[in-house]
């Protein structure tokens, strides 16, 4: 589906927009894009304030579009439309640059929810389990373990 959409968006020779309004596309939606993240950060933080780990979900989850769903209602809109390419252009810019910002974002993110949880003294429920877990498997004998062979002999 986008493959073919993006095929219509540049198959015309009679389009009116060129490349470079094309990159002033990218750099407005890099704009609106990082303004929706800090809005969306902010106004999580009243909500998810002692609860990083949902702070940062949230901010993912707020401004996240996917071209699966938005690429087929574009088609069903402006099926018989000549311009469906350049109704669709910004999602499918939106949509990688999302990708972009996010990777550059994770891991900065990931150390943050780290020292937010030490500092607020927050333990996570999966902590426990992952302690008996630990307990269990050390207290499995192995094959190569003393007890095991003196129980062969």
């Keep these: 589906i986008i493959y073919t959409v993006f095929c219509k968006t540049f198959d015309k020779d009679d389009r009116d927009s060129d490349i470079a309004a094309v990159f002033q596309m990218i750099a407005y939606q890099f704009i609106l894009l990082c303004l929706v993240m800090v809005l969306a950060w902010y106004s999580l933080r009243l ?26 209602l574009i088609n069903a809109m402006y099926e018989d ?32 929810v780290q020292k937010e949880v ?7 429920e999966n902590d426990d389990e992952l302690e008996k877990e630990t307990k269990v498997v050390e207290k499995v004998p192995s094959e190569t373990s003393p007890d095991v062979a003196e129980e062969a002999a």
């Design 118 to 124: 030490e500092r607020l003294g927050i333990k996570d």
């Design 47 to 72: 909500f998810f304030g002692n609860e990083p780990k949902l702070r940062v979900m949230g901010l993912f989850g707020c401004t996240h579009k996917t071209v699966a769903m938005g690429i087929p």
């Design 81 to 112: 439309d000549e311009n469906i390419g350049a109704y669709s252009l910004p999602l499918l810019i939106w949509h990688p640059m999302q990708l972009v910002v996010g990777t550059f974002l994770a891991p900065r993110l990931a150390a943050w």
